[in-house]
């Protein structure tokens, strides 16, 4: 099956830094590759995801990138803002698939 | 459209006892997905129903099990309670049709004492 691995677990930066969150995953059928936000106390939720098509997609400050040679995917937050202080979990699906393989997560703080 | 909702939210238990825990999909969406989140070990998958069928499972024992009814609501159940089951459960619905997105419930969080 499919395995993420995720790193950091811990990230700490000031605000206005950028922050960058890596994983690899091992099945090279896997062609979607969502990121999950989780605020303290709250659901995760999706903040962008990439297919393998593509190699980069941007949505305003995040961006996430993707090396299928590699096997391996970025999630890019620039000029971070305290509010992007949450646990960050990135994801794997092959095709067909409706389950994600999750990594650990990555904490991220931001501080003011 | 409503959300996923989950009840309840909060549970005390002690060991050897078991635990139902409830999920309301959003209309429309017939895939169910649980998961169980501790601090380090992040979203383990624990089973997916789809259409009142264990479509997929995980690598949990057979204490914890679910079921799907047929208005998409789900359940699920862990017997004999262990410390180790205390975490957060969420919930995850699905809309298909090539929609990939998992879109999460509140979470229920069980403390076993």
């Known amino acids: 099956g499919e395995n993420v691995e995720q790193h950091p677990s811990t990230l700490s930066v000031q605000e206005g830094d950028s922050a960058v969150i890596k994983c690899t995953y091992s099945?090279?059928?896997?062609?979607?590759f969502p990121w999950y936000k989780q605020e303290l106390g709250k659901r995760p939720q999706l903040i962008i995801d990439i297919r393998s098509n593509v190699g980069e997609k941007k949505d305003q400050r995040i961006a996430v990138t993707l090396n299928k040679t590699a096997k391996h995917f970025s999630l890019h937050i620039t000029e971070t803002q305290p509010e992007d202080s949450a646990v960050y979990f990135c994801?794997?699906?092959?095709?067909?698939?409706?389950?994600?393989?999750f990594g650990r997560g990555t904490s991220l703080i931001v501080h003011p | 459209k409503a959300g996923v909702t989950q009840t309840p939210r909060y549970l005390i238990k002690t060991r050897g006892q078991q635990v139902t825990l409830s999920c309301s999909p959003i209309?429309?969406?017939?895939?169910v997905s649980w998961y169980q989140q501790t601090p380090g070990q992040g979203l383990q998958f624990l089973f997916e129903?789809?259409?009142?069928?264990?479509?997929n499972k995980g690598n949990f024992p057979g204490r914890f099990s679910g079921r799907q009814f047929s208005n998409s609501r789900s359940e699920m159940n862990v017997s004999t309670l262990e410390l180790g089951d205390s975490a957060l459960y969420l919930c995850a619905t699905n809309g298909g049709g090539g929609q990939e997105t998992q879109y999460f419930g509140p979470g229920t969080r069980l403390l076993v004492l």
């Open positions: 099945d090279s059928a896997s062609n979607y």
């Open positions: 129903y789809f259409s009142e069928t264990q479509r």
């Open positions: 994801a794997a699906l092959p095709g067909g698939s409706y389950i994600p393989t």
């Open positions: 209309s429309g969406h017939r895939s």
